[in-house]
């Protein structure tokens, strides 16, 4: 049961341990939770039938970012303390942040400090600078590779970024979407995952445009209760371009509606739109935290997972829908065996 504000149990049966392609099911099988925004109402189907909710001169905005296999694992040179990088953000001067995990016991407790040398094998290594300054379980990072020679070596050695409740370490291949162009995204924009091409052409024949921006995914979680409930919004980089704003302008001047495939494309949408809704073509980084006090300028619908209790994915959802109705769908999923997480059901709100 839910309750006040956004705290409830999940089920551990209703986390999504595998991608539905190993349960049996193709990717357009997942359910399928549409909520009304006019009216209250709820409606359960399976994701391949998405195409009843919309009408032509609707625009679903995807986010293209290809995720990263963003999790290296090495060894301090000096003392032979083996950790877990998890890549966090690609910083303009071509460093990363990351979340330093030791290999044993406390995470956080193996000695980790500035100057350390990691190596990971095949000519990489990184040196530890200097915690960040906004996210303090971050630590700045400098590689021994940069550009394609470092890309080439962090596909060879890293793996996605896995959580407890994922079963196997699936191949890298299950943490893309069949759209995904650009990577750098640490973890997968899992909203548009259910997408085939079939299903995105049945759409188009039926009047639904597309439009594409990027913006490349932090980390969801800190490893750290306590940090992920204050909701700390990592600074993520996007790129609208000139054709996606002027889609969605279109869109909006002829009456249609501008449909959001992730919440990172609301954050991103969200952070170059003027006070008119008007969105402008921008490359630049954003924090911006979503929450019921925001006017939504841009966006009209949210096609999004399910989150997890207290997750700050449902603050934002609260500027589409009142908590109330928010908690009572979530009820109702639960009661219903929805899954959970990057692998698992998705919600529609319109």
Not at 5 to 19: G, M, N
Not at 280 to 287: F, I, L, M, N, V
Request: charged fraction near 25%; glycine fraction near 8%.
């Amino acid at each position: 049961m839910l309750s006040q504000p956004f705290t409830f149990v999940l089920p551990a049966d209703l986390s999504a341990t595998e991608p539905p392609e190993r349960r049996g099911i193709t990717r357009d099988r997942v359910r399928l939770m549409t909520i009304n925004r006019n009216g209250d109402r709820v409606e359960h189907t399976c994701f391949d039938g998405i195409g009843e909710f919309l009408r032509p001169g609707d625009l679903l905005v995807f986010n293209t970012s290809r995720t990263l296999p963003a999790s290296l694992d090495g060894c301090d040179v000096t003392t032979g303390q083996c950790v877990e990088i998890r890549l966090a953000q690609h910083l303009p001067d071509d460093s990363w942040l990351a979340l330093l995990l030791c290999h044993q016991g406390n995470p956080f407790a193996c000695g980790l400090q500035s100057g350390m040398q990691i190596d990971f094998g095949q000519g990489l290594t990184a040196r530890v600078e200097s915690r960040d300054t906004h996210i303090l379980r971050l630590w700045k990072m400098r590689f021994s590779k940069s550009g394609t020679e470092f890309m080439d070596l962090l596909y060879r050695l890293g793996h996605p970024i896995r959580y407890e409740y994922v079963s196997a370490p699936w191949d890298l291949d299950y943490y893309q979407t069949v759209y995904a162009k650009e990577p750098g995204s640490v973890e997968m924009p899992s909203a548009g995952r259910a997408f085939t091409w079939k299903l995105l052409f049945g759409l188009k024949r039926l009047g639904v445009e597309t439009a594409h921006i990027l913006l490349h995914t932090g980390l969801s979680s800190y490893m750290d209760d306590e940090l992920d409930a204050q909701h700390p919004a990592s600074e993520e980089e996007y790129l609208i371009s000139e054709t996606a704003a002027q889609k969605i302008n279109r869109t909006h001047e002829e009456g249609g509606r501008v449909i959001a495939v992730g919440t990172t494309v609301v954050r991103a949408l969200e952070s170059v739109a003027d006070d008119t809704g008007k969105v402008q073509s921008q490359h630049g980084y954003t924090r911006l935290h979503i929450t019921a006090n925001h006017k939504l300028k841009a966006v009209d619908g949210l096609l999004t997972g399910l989150h997890e209790p207290e997750a700050s994915h449902l603050d934002l959802l609260t500027a589409f829908l009142p908590a109330t109705e928010i908690r009572q769908a979530y009820e109702n999923a639960i009661q219903r065996g929805y899954l959970w997480h990057e692998f698992g059901d998705l919600n529609l709100i319109l």
